[in-house]
Nanobody, 124 residues
Framework: QVPLVESGGGLVQAGGSLRLSCAAS????????MGWFRQAPGKEREFVAC????????DYADSVKGRFTISRDNVKNTVYLQMNRLKPEDTAVYYC?????????????????WGQGTQVTVSS
C-alpha cells in the first residue's frame, strides 16, 4: 500500500487556477499508475486524469482536456494536477489514487490506494 496525501484545494473564481499535489509515502514502483478522480455532491466519482509513473504517459477526461495537466516528480514521489481556466462545474472533492494492477485506468475500481481528498470550489 502507498499512503497518499493530497493538498492544494481551495476556493477560486471561475477562470482561475489551482495546483493540486499528491504526496506518496514509501516507494513508488515503476509499474504504478497514478490517477486523479473527483466527486461532486450527488454525483458518482469520475475520472479526471492519470499518469504512468515510469514513462509519464498521460490520459485526460474530455471535460478537462486542454485545461488540466497532470505531472509527476519522481524524486519527490509527488503527482501534481495543474488546473487552469476553472469552471463552476469543476467543483468537487478531488482524490489521488495509485495502482499497480490497473487494467482500465479510467475506472476507479482498478485503483487500490486513495488519498483523503481535497475540496475544490469554483465560484461563478
Amino acid at each position: 500500500q502507498v499512503p497518499l496525501v493530497e493538498s492544494g484545494g481551495g476556493l477560486v473564481q471561475a477562470g482561475g487556477s489551482l495546483r493540486l499535489s499528491c504526496a506518496a509515502s514509501g516507494r513508488i514502483f515503476s509499474d504504478y499508475v497514478m490517477g486523479w478522480f473527483r466527486q461532486a455532491p450527488g454525483k458518482e466519482r469520475e475520472f479526471v486524469a492519470c499518469i504512468t509513473w515510469a514513462a509519464g504517459n498521460t490520459d485526460y477526461a474530455d471535460s478537462v482536456k486542454g485545461r488540466f495537466t497532470i505531472s509527476r516528480d519522481n524524486v519527490k514521489n509527488t503527482v501534481y494536477l495543474q488546473m487552469n481556466r476553472l469552471k463552476p462545474e469543476d467543483t468537487a472533492v478531488y482524490y489521488c489514487a495509485a495502482s499497480l494492477r490497473v487494467q482500465n485506468w479510467r475506472r476507479d475500481q482498478d485503483y487500490d490506494d486513495w488519498g483523503q481528498g481535497t475540496q475544490v470550489t469554483v465560484s461563478s
